[in-house]
């Protein structure tokens, strides 16, 4: 079956640590997109590549970068995790970007607790 | 600034009956929204959707009703039945060089049995 997958599911890091999380698609879709969910919150868009294209949202902190090597595969790096950044982190991908109607497919998250 | 707002956290409903699900909106802009499902230990999984010039769209059990003026829209569940129950997240589409979704909350729906 096609498929988002992330990896790993539980993840724990110490303050300051780095850490990355990874996601891979099977979908061949161009989008590939990075939310932060913290409890009982939306979840919230940090920033998405098309193709190679990275738009980052302007809100999101430069402690979070990420990387798209291939279409299959994207990584979240957190360079000093702090105790805010606990969270749920959702990886989801669409088709396209340009489409209302290209509804997006998550992956099941990486949740992040920071010691 | 919430722009998507699911002002009920959880929802309890027996089986057969009808779930309603609340979403409000501040965002005149928007111009397509969704309800995605999520279930525990999975991402969430797009359900149904309708365009900001509609006013209704139904699949099946589920219906969606969009009201622009008063910028609320509800998703209809009839009839419940316990596997519907998940956490349920409204979202609004928006464009911004990309289709954004801007998400609510969720709201918990239990169908008891």
């Known amino acids: 079956d096609a498929m988002v997958i992330q990896n790993p599911r539980y993840q724990v890091t110490q303050f300051g640590k780095p850490v990355t999380l990874s996601c891979s698609q099977t979908?061949?879709?161009?989008?590939m997109y990075w939310y932060q969910q913290k409890s009982s919150q939306a979840p919230k868009l940090l920033f998405h590549y098309y193709d190679k294209d990275f738009n980052n949202e302007a809100d999101t902190p430069d402690n979070f970068q990420s990387r798209r090597p291939n279409t299959s595969f994207c990584f979240l790096d957190i360079r000093s995790p702090g105790l805010g950044d606990a969270a749920m982190y959702l990886c989801a991908t669409s088709r396209e970007r340009a489409s209302p109607t290209d509804t997006q497919y998550f992956g099941p998250g990486t949740r992040l607790t920071v010691l | 600034d919430q722009q998507v707002k699911q002002n009920s956290p959880s929802l309890s409903v027996q089986e057969g009956r009808i779930s309603i699900l609340n979403c409000d909106y501040t965002n005149s802009m928007f111009d397509y929204f969704l309800w995605y499902k999520k279930y525990p230990a999975e991402g969430p999984t797009f359900l149904i959707s309708?365009?900001?010039?509609?006013d209704k769209n139904e699949d099946g059990r589920f219906t969606v009703f969009l009201n622009k003026s008063a910028k609320h829209l509800s998703l209809h569940i009839v009839p419940s039945q316990p596997g519907d129950s998940a956490v349920y997240f409204c979202?609004?589409?928006?464009?911004?060089?990309?289709?954004?979704?801007?998400f609510g909350t969720g709201t918990r729906l239990k169908v008891l049995a």
């Open positions: 979908l061949n879709h161009n989008v």
């Open positions: 309708i365009s900001s010039i509609k």
């Open positions: 979202a609004a589409s928006l464009w911004s060089g990309t289709y954004k979704y801007i």
